[in-house]
T-cell receptor, first 115, second 110 residues
Framework: DAGITQSPRHKVTETGTPVTLRCHQTENHRYMYWYRQDPGHGLRLIHYSYGVKDTDKGEVSDGYSVSRSKTEDFLLTLESATSSQTSVYFC??????????????FGSGTRLTVV | GQQLNQSPQSMFIQEGEDVSMNCTSSSIFNTWLWYKQDPGEGPVLLIALYKAGELTSNGRLTAQFGITRKDSFLNISASIPSDVGIYFCAGPLNNNDMRFGAGTRLTVKP
C-alpha cells in the first residue's frame, strides 16, 4: 500500500449539489494531482498542488476547485455537480516534479455518478 | 490539447499469445511511461523510458522508446489471465502535466 487513500470510493449525487472528494496521503509528498478518467479519453488532469495552499489548473479544470490546507490532504470540489462530471476520479502523488519522469503513485479512485 | 493516440483500443487474445500495442504523438516526448490499471484500481507504473531507441524489459513486458521520439511500443509475451486490464501510455507535457493515452483494454481468454 503506497499510503494514498481516496474517499468516498463511490458516490451518487444529484445535479446542482456540491460534492467534495478527498485524497489523503501518508507519504509526505509535495505534489498531488487530481485526474478524471472517462472512456475514450484516458486520464485528464483537473488540478494539481505543489505545496500547501499552492495549486494550479490542469487541462479540464472548469467546474472544479481544489484546496490543500495540509500536506497530507488534497480536496476536489464540484461546486454544482453536472451530469458531465460523472466520472472516475483519481488522485496521484509525487515526491517532486521528477514524477513526470519516474511516474506518479495513484489512489484507487472515486466513482462519482451525477443523476 | 496534446494527445497521445493509443492503439488498438481493445484486444481479445488467448492465454499464451503475445500482445503488441503502441502509442503515438504529434509532438516529441523526452520520457515515455507505461501504466497498467487493474479493474477497480488506479494505474500502476510498469516501465519508464528515457532515451530514443531505448528498449526496457520488466518480466514478460518489453517497451521501446521510438527513434522519432513521437512513439512508444509495449509488448507482452506469453500472456496470462492476470494480464487483463487497461494499459496506458503517458508522457510529460511539462513538469506538472502528465498526459495519458486513452488506453488499450486487454482481455485474456483462458
Amino acid at each position: 500500500d503506497a499510503g494514498i487513500t481516496q474517499s468516498p470510493r463511490h458516490k451518487v449525487t444529484e445535479t446542482g449539489t456540491p460534492v467534495t472528494l478527498r485524497c489523503h496521503q501518508t507519504e509526505n509528498h509535495r505534489y498531488m494531482y487530481w485526474y478524471r478518467q472517462d472512456p475514450g479519453h484516458g486520464l485528464r488532469l483537473i488540478h494539481y498542488s505543489y505545496g500547501v495552499k499552492d495549486t494550479d489548473k490542469g487541462e479540464v479544470s472548469d467546474g472544479y476547485s481544489v484546496s490543500r490546507s495540509k500536506t497530507e490532504d488534497f480536496l476536489l470540489t464540484l461546486e454544482s455537480a453536472t451530469s458531465s462530471q460523472t466520472s472516475v476520479y483519481f488522485c496521484a502523488i509525487s515526491e517532486s516534479t521528477r514524477g513526470t519522469r519516474y511516474g506518479y503513485t495513484f489512489g484507487s479512485g472515486t466513482r462519482l455518478t451525477v443523476v | 490539447g496534446q494527445q497521445l493516440n493509443q492503439s488498438p483500443q481493445s484486444m481479445f487474445i488467448q492465454e499464451g499469445e503475445d500482445v503488441s500495442m503502441n502509442c503515438t504523438s504529434s509532438s516529441i516526448f523526452n520520457t515515455w511511461l507505461w501504466y497498467k490499471q487493474d479493474p477497480g484500481e488506479g494505474p500502476v507504473l510498469l516501465i519508464a523510458l528515457y532515451k530514443a531507441g531505448e528498449l526496457t524489459s520488466n518480466g514478460r513486458l518489453t517497451a521501446q522508446f521510438g527513434i522519432t521520439r513521437k512513439d512508444s511500443f509495449l509488448n507482452i509475451s506469453a500472456s496470462i489471465p492476470s494480464d487483463v486490464g487497461i494499459y496506458f501510455c503517458a508522457g510529460p507535457l511539462n513538469n506538472n502535466d502528465m498526459r495519458f493515452g486513452a488506453g488499450t483494454r486487454l482481455t485474456v481468454k483462458p
